[in-house]
């Protein structure tokens, strides 16, 4: 099991942004492929983002508004989630696996590792 660390989630209005930090170790960030999920209530986990090296793979329903990203020397990743729409209301998940497809297929089972969890509200 591997530590990760969200924080920055909050309430913001319809139209506004958000950013999203994940902290995890060195080596964690060095060999595992770092994804975003996120779970509405009443509805199963889904999968927004991910990040292997520089390559970045996003969910047809956030693409063009959320952009994620890594800063190597700080060992984050980050979520800039832009033109929030409250259907983007949700508990967001950083996750880690050695699997870059296990993150971008979903396969939510066969996730290494998950973060606690952030609240993000976006209000119309």
């Known amino acids: 099991q591997v530590q990760l660390v969200e924080s920055g989630g909050g309430l913001v209005q319809a139209g506004g942004s958000l950013r999203l930090s994940c902290a995890t170790s060195r080596r964690t960030f060095s060999v595992y492929a770092m994804g975003w999920f996120r779970q509405a209530p009443g509805k199963e986990r889904e999968f927004v983002a991910t990040i292997k090296w520089s390559d970045t793979y996003y969910a047809d329903s956030v693409k063009g508004r959320f952009t994620m990203s890594r800063d190597n020397a700080k060992n984050m990743v980050y979520l800039q989630m832009n033109s929030l729409k409250p259907e983007d209301t949700a508990v967001y998940y950083c996750?880690?696996?050695?699997?870059?497809?296990?993150?971008?297929?979903?396969?939510?089972?066969?996730?290494?590792?998950w973060g606690q969890g952030t609240q993000v509200t976006v209000s119309s």
């Open positions: 996750a880690a696996d050695l699997n870059v497809e296990s993150l971008r297929l979903g396969r939510i089972e066969r996730i290494h590792s």
